[in-house]
């Protein structure tokens, strides 16, 4: 008769193979987790209070409970305070914060912190060397040739122009 195979339990597959523990970056300061991209000891920068030299690792565990949960409640309170309804004369004013040389810029309702890149395209011209450009999504308007701005339009509506003058 054939024996059936021997199935292993899950108590004697972690045992034969134990998981590495998960390493946890904590800020000493304010008690916020951060991500390892931030470093840790001297060589560190935490992201929510934006001081250096205070993340540290935990090996499967989080080192300061006590801060973690306090900055977990100021994060739920701002985050209701975000959500609270204002009043009409309030809601028309962007919200402001006292700023730091390490705060990152705050920016006002509905607007944004990314500046947008214009591209330029169409007939341009330099009227340094007298060159005319067809230009097709460029970020600049410098001439190749001379370094000096480009302007809109064909060299001989300039032209025209300064000699009306």
Not at 36 to 58: A, D, F, K, R
Not at 86 to 99: C, F, I, Q, T, V
């Amino acid at each position: 008769m054939a024996r059936k195979p021997r199935i292993q339990t899950s108590a004697k597959r972690a045992a034969k193979s134990p998981r590495p523990k998960r390493l946890i970056y904590q800020c000493q300061r304010c008690g916020a987790l951060t991500d390892p991209m931030y470093g840790e000891g001297e060589n560190s920068w935490c992201p929510s209070c934006h001081t250096e030299g205070n993340v540290y690792i935990g090996e499967g565990e989080i080192l300061f409970p006590a801060l973690y949960g306090g900055w977990l409640e100021r994060q739920k309170k701002a985050d209701a305070a975000d959500r609270k309804p204002r009043k009409a004369d309030e809601a028309s004013k962007p919200a402001s914060a006292p700023l730091s040389k390490t705060s990152p810029p705050v920016s006002t309702f509905g607007g944004s912190d990314m500046q947008v890149i214009q591209y330029h395209s169409g007939l341009y011209h330099c009227p340094v060397c007298c060159m005319e450009f067809e230009l097709y999504s460029e970020a600049t308007l410098k001439c190749g040739q001379c370094g000096g701005r480009l302007v809109k339009g064909l060299l001989d509506q300039d032209l025209d122009e300064d000699e009306d003058d």
